[in-house]
Nanobody, 123 residues
Framework: QVQLVESGGGLVQAGGSLRLSCVASGLTFSSYTMDWFRQAPGKEREFVAAISWSGVTTRYVDSVKGRFTISRDNAKNTVFLQMNSLKPEDTAVYYC????????????????WGKGTLVTVSS
């Protein structure tokens, strides 16, 4: 049974930082592209960042470029999202997701999802 478990969310003031983690189990982690998505209240789920199986290739939504960094540790089956200079508009539930053997940033193409972790940025 595949499980993705996110952690690291919380309440932070604008300008602060958080580091999200997502631990995967039940899959061959190094075969998967790993993505982070987020969903704010009343809005659709949106792509935030993606990292290839090797960690060499990354991609970000424009609104987080220069502030967020995605990384992974295949030995620990974990993907991270370092979030700096947080803004109130970053407030959302953050989800990690896995796609086997393909590069994608589209929610419908992901094979597995975590349950999410809430990030709240106060002004």
């Amino acid at each position: 049974q595949v499980q993705l478990v996110e952690s690291g969310g919380g309440l932070v003031q604008a300008g602060g930082s958080l580091r999200l983690s997502c631990v995967a189990s039940g899959l061959t982690f190094s075969s998967y592209t790993m993505d982070w998505f987020r969903q704010a209240p009343g809005k659709e789920r949106e792509f935030v960042a993606a990292i290839s199986w090797s960690g060499v290739t990354t991609r970000y939504v424009d609104s987080v470029k220069g502030r967020f960094t995605i990384s992974r540790d295949n030995a620990k089956n974990t993907v991270f999202l370092q979030m700096n200079s947080l803004k109130p508009e970053d407030t959302a539930v953050y989800y990690c997701a896995a796609a086997r053997d393909r590069w994608t940033t589209t929610p419908r193409d992901m094979d597995h999802w975590g349950k999410g972790t809430l990030v709240t940025v106060s002004s």
